[in-house]
């Protein structure tokens, strides 16, 4: 798996692996001047193509489930619904009829993401490289722009809901009026209250793409080794299972608790 690598330098493999597919309006295809506006086509076609892959899953199993016994499938997908919608009445205590089916999203579609990386981390870029392709990278996860953007969507909701359900007025004191309680402490208040706040979206996103490029580039190092590689990736991969699961259901379960102070209101 590791073969179209040996007439590279390791540092020059690596760097290949870790190199998008991307799109800048100001410099075209895979431009070393690119501007702001620059797409990693590669995590965006994977992450959408997943997200279709779910929806497309997930409906084709609910127009053909039964009342009698469920199949294999439908059994699995019952489970994980099951599973999502206990830890929403857990954790969310407003009402909301969005979190549920936004928790199940995120946790499927993340999962997914994740799941990219159990592939050979050889195998897909070099069949795109044999149409031209020259760079792909298959782990959406595994791209920060792709994290953040999810973290900051979770972001954009909990704004929107706590102005919702506690008033410009009521964010407002929550910014300004705690954890001191007295109009003395009001910037010190607005610089505490505002860091936690900001670091919400950072941490989420962060945590979930630290975790999956670790993942990635142990695979990586590990593709280096050519045929002495497969004693080491095995192991690697059934360790890894654990952290794909894990960071989907973090991302999940921190998103369902935010959104859950964001609707509290005293």
């Not at 592939?119 to 044999?130: E, M, R, S």
């Not at 760079?135 to 722009?145: A, H, I, R, S, W």
């Not at 996103?205 to 990736?233: C, D, V």
């Not at 894990?246 to 209101?265: C, G, N, P, R």
């Amino acid at each position: 798996m590791a073969g179209q690598g040996e007439a590279l330098t390791s540092s020059s493999y690596i760097q290949h692996h870790l190199t998008n597919l991307t799109w800048s309006v100001d410099g075209g295809w895979n431009a070393h001047d690119a501007g702001f506006w620059t797409f990693h086509v590669d995590s965006l076609l994977v992450a959408v193509g997943l997200g279709v892959l779910f929806l497309w899953l997930f409906r084709s199993v609910a127009k053909r489930s039964t009342v009698g016994v469920p199949g294999k499938l439908q059994c699995f997908i019952e489970m994980v619904i099951d599973f999502v919608d206990e830890n929403v009445k857990d954790t969310f205590h407003g009402k909301n009829a969005l979190i549920a089916p936004l928790a199940l999203t995120i946790f499927v579609w993340v999962f997914l993401m994740n799941l990219m990386d159990l592939v050979p981390v050889d195998l897909l870029p070099h069949a795109a490289q044999t149409i031209g392709i020259p760079y792909l990278k298959v782990v959406p996860t595994t791209d920060l722009n792709v994290t953040l953007g999810m973290s900051l969507s979770v972001f954009a909701l909990i704004i929107y809901y706590t102005v919702k359900v506690k008033g410009v007025g009521g964010f407002v004191k929550e910014l300004t009026m705690q954890p001191f309680n007295h109009w003395a402490f009001i910037p010190v208040n607005f610089l505490l209250e505002a860091v936690t706040l900001l670091a919400k979206p950072v941490s989420l996103g962060l945590r979930l793409f630290g975790n999956l490029y670790a993942g990635e580039l142990i695979f990586i190092l590990i593709a280096l080794l050519g045929y002495w590689q497969l004693p080491l990736y095995f192991p690697w991969a059934v360790f890894h299972i654990l952290i794909i699961v894990l960071q989907a259901f973090i991302f999940m379960m921190l998103t369902i608790v935010y959104l859950s102070m964001a609707h509290e209101d005293h």
